[in-house]
């Protein structure tokens, strides 16, 4: 027997081998097909998400370099000098750092009551008289602290600062 193999001899080949061998390549060159249309899809795919991409770094551009600039800045401040700035506030008013914050939250005719109360408790004519303002306007204040939960009423008719 010679070591050619059996389908490239030419007197035996089978018809229905034949047959088979050329369903295989038709069946194999279909599948060729579709694999290259679904590359080709790929290729279109990746295509519009670039283009897309690069359509949004267009638009994200000026965001990023503003965000970069901010932190930029940021990175510049100097976080022990204000650490040591607002302990010096916080010594300087007397007031403990949550009043302090309150005080920026409420601001207004409020903050400068929580100033005045600090020193001690006041009745309505005295906080008027500090604040220069109208017994009226001294009467609305107190109303806001009260429900914003920072003073109480003694017995007395005078009003302090609740204990944080």
């Known amino acids: ?38 590359a080709e899809t790929a290729k279109r795919a990746s295509a519009d998400a670039v283009q897309a991409i690069r359509a949004l770094r267009q638009q994200l551009e000026p965001l990023h370099k503003s965000l970069k600039m901010i932190f930029g800045e940021i990175s510049r401040v100097d976080a022990g000098r204000v650490a040591q700035d607002a302990a010096r506030d916080v010594e300087a008013s007397g007031l403990s750092p949550k009043w302090i914050m309150l005080k920026e939250k409420l601001g207004g005719r409020q903050a400068e009551f929580i100033d005045l109360l600090q020193h001690g408790e006041m009745t309505t004519a005295q906080l008027a008289a500090a604040a220069h303002c109208h017994r009226d306007t001294v009467a609305q204040t107190i109303h806001k602290l009260f429900r914003a939960g920072v003073i109480i009423k003694s017995g007395r008719g005078t009003f302090a600062l609740k204990d944080l």
């Open 1 to 38: 027997m010679s070591s050619t193999p059996k389908l490239l001899r030419s007197g035996d080949d089978t018809p229905d081998e034949v047959v088979r061998l050329r369903r295989e390549i038709a069946g194999l060159e279909q599948e060729l097909r579709e694999v290259k249309e679904e």
